[in-house]
């Protein structure tokens, strides 16, 4: 199993839901966030009152997904959400060793499917 973290501009968060469902991925934990990349967080129409904060808001999304999934996956959210400009975000992949449901019990794979 793979966790598949995504940080992007919120506004892709629509795309990336279709994109998981497509490949019947079950489940996804969003958070909103905020962060800076190469651009360092400076878009100058994002610059409302004059400070240089340098963060700009992003959406965290990580799923957990089967190894077989994942190349596709990433093929399709670059795709799909990918614009070729600076902000785009990252995508970050890791082992997950185990998972388990908390209702049934059930590990690895059966508890996220």
């Known amino acids: 199993m793979k966790r598949i973290d ?3 501009r919120p506004e892709k968060l629509v795309g990336l839901k279709e994109i998981f469902a497509t490949h019947n991925c079950q489940g996804m934990t969003v958070s909103s966030v905020m962060g800076c990349g190469r651009q360092r967080g400076y878009l100058p ?3 409302f009152t004059g400070d240089d904060i340098n963060l700009l808001p ?3 999304v990580f799923a957990v997904v089967e190894d077989e999934k994942v190349d ?3 093929a399709d959210i670059a795709t799909a959400i990918g614009t070729g400009t ?3 975000g990252k ?3 890791t082992d997950v060793l185990d998972a388990m ?3 049934t019990s059930e ?3 059966d508890a996220i499917n």
Request: proline share 0%; no cysteine.
């Open 6 to 8: 995504v940080v992007t």
């Open 45 to 47: 129409e994002m610059n």
């Open 91 to 93: 995508v970050f992949i």
């Open 72 to 74: 596709e996956l990433l």
């Open 101 to 103: 449901r908390i209702r």
């Open 58 to 60: 992003k959406i965290l």
């Open 107 to 109: 590990r690895g794979l």
């Open 86 to 88: 600076n902000g785009d």
